[in-house]
């Protein structure tokens, strides 16, 4: 019989990939002999044979062994070569090869080390805050309804001294009882007060009124809610810098988390993933003027938010009487600085009647006023928010990534292929090849379609 053999041929164990050429030889099979690993006897043949045709089949040679004047070829079957045909015309679901440029899909086998790389970014800083400073707001009623006053604390100084000359007569009782003349609220927060020339007064203004003090800063219902920050920036990742370009799986999780810091709320989870395909994030804070309360809306940009956060920036002061706190506690009675502390005590301690005993029959009329309001004792806020500004005024994204074991993502696309995950006949692919589940029907033995089956779903080469 007629076979053909290579002397300078190579290939990969698992690889379809099939010779050219090659010389012809007569040779006789060495009985017994299986077509599966058979034994051919010759003479001619050099010493360096390393693969063999012959029934239609390809051969790798597995041992030369010289036998008096004669050769003996022993060789064993590779399925892939012989079989190439009704390999690529298979259609199979496919999970890794060389064919794919994907870099956005994860893959598992690239697992994360302990090795943690980090970089944090500055977005910006949150404009009029300081922690040096200390803005105070002042809420009184009014013949409007309520208004609210903005002062530095030179200014408050000069209020709380009002308040302590204040004496019990005649004026002060009305202040105390009659709803339209009432301290409201006082919160202070780290942040400059904004000047100007407005004067707090108790009462109507047009007609019975005190003038507590002038040259302050009347807040606008217009203005009461004021953005302090609003902007889309990048954030910076470390796997930028580990040889891989453009959006790449390495920027998500389980590989790449982020943290997030906002001035008055603390750390919360910035969401790589969903900011994968830019590497950038729209922030937007808003102050409320009055209270203090602090808003962040996150987002890909400013119609696509991904989050909201609150926090505060307020302490409350406790400078009225009965009074409605603006940070979030119920509303009770407060402590009252100055000459009006002790009335307010026994008020809150005794009840009105036994209070206003001595005042005289117009001011115990006003104690049904007092009675019929559901005040509760009020607990101020502690100072936590109005603190954690020293932790920083700044909006800081900071980047984790876990560096994986491989860095550059296509330095095993050869060798291993990339993802693919999805269907297509393996005669469209090309190198490592990959799949899940295959089974190749053949016109072969068990042992060759075993075989087949093995190498697809472990990994072989199409070439």
């Given amino acids: 019989m007629t076979i053909k053999y290579w002397t300078n041929f190579s290939k990969r164990t698992n690889s379809t990939k099939q010779p050219t050429g090659g010389t012809e030889i007569t040779v006789r099979l060495k009985e017994p002999c299986g077509i599966s690993s058979p034994t051919f006897i010759c003479s001619g043949v050099p010493d360096t044979v390393k693969y063999v045709q012959a029934f239609g089949r390809y051969y790798f040679v597995s041992e030369v062994t010289h036998n008096g004047g004669l050769i003996e070829i022993s060789c064993t079957s590779d399925p892939l070569a012989t079989y190439k045909s009704a390999i690529g015309a298979l259609y199979a679901d496919v999970e890794y090869t060389s064919a794919s440029n994907d870099i956005t899909m994860t893959d598992p086998r690239n697992y994360p080390t302990n090795q943690i790389l980090k970089v944090s970014t500055n977005l910006g800083t949150l404009p009029t805050f300081n922690t040096g400073a200390s803005c105070y707001i002042i809420g009184v009623t009014d013949n409007s309804g309520a208004s609210y006053y903005m002062m530095n604390e030179a200014k408050f100084a000069q209020f709380t ?27 202070v927060m780290p942040r400059y007060a904004l000047i100007g020339t407005d004067t707090i007064v108790l009462g109507n203004p047009a007609g019975a009124h005190i003038d507590l ?23 910076v990742y470390p796997s930028d810098s580990m040889g891989t370009y453009g959006i790449n ?22 969401d790589t993933g969903a900011m994968t395909s830019q590497k950038s994030i729209y922030i937007k804070a808003t102050l409320d003027q009055i209270n203090g309360d602090v808003v962040y809306k996150i987002g890909l940009d400013g119609s696509n938010i991904i989050a909201t956060y609150s926090g505060n920036c307020a302490a409350s002061v ?20 100055g000459g009006v502390a002790a009335f307010a005590a026994g008020v809150a301690s005794k009840g009105a009647t036994t209070a206003l005993a001595g005042l005289g029959g117009a001011a115990a009329s006003g104690a049904g006023v007092f009675n019929s309001l559901s005040h509760k004792t009020q607990i101020n806020g502690s100072l ?46 090309s190198g490592y090849v990959k799949c899940n589940g295959a089974s190749i029907s053949i016109d072969g033995f068990d042992s060759d379609r075993e075989a087949i089956n093995g190498y697809l779903n472990s990994g072989f080469y199409y070439e």
């Avoid at 009002?162 to 609220?185: A, H, V």
């Avoid at 003090?213 to 609003?230: A, F, N, W």
Wanted: charge should be negative; proline fraction near 6%.
């Fill in 318 to 337: 406790p400078v009225t009487g009965t009074s409605y706190n603006p940070i979030g506690a119920a509303a009770g009675v407060l402590g009252v600085i």
């Fill in 384 to 429: 936590s928010s109005f603190v954690s500004a020293s932790l920083g005024l700044s909006i800081t994204a900071t980047v984790l990534t876990k560096k994986p074991a491989e860095t550059a993502l296509r330095s095993y696309q050869s060798i291993s292929g990339m993802p693919y995950f999805k269907p297509s006949t393996i005669s469209n692919l």
């Fill in 161 to 187: 001294q009002i308040l302590f000359d204040k004496s019990l007569n005649g004026e002060l009782t009305r202040d105390f009882f009659d709803m339209n003349n009432i301290l409201i609220s006082a919160c």
């Fill in 249 to 270: 799986y390495l920027d998500a999780a389980p590989y790449t988390t982020g943290i997030l810091f906002l001035p008055f709320v603390g750390c919360v989870e910035l």
């Fill in 213 to 235: 003090l002038s040259g302050v800063y009347r807040i606008q219902p217009e203005d009461r809610m004021i953005t302090l920050y609003e902007d889309t920036k990048d954030v």
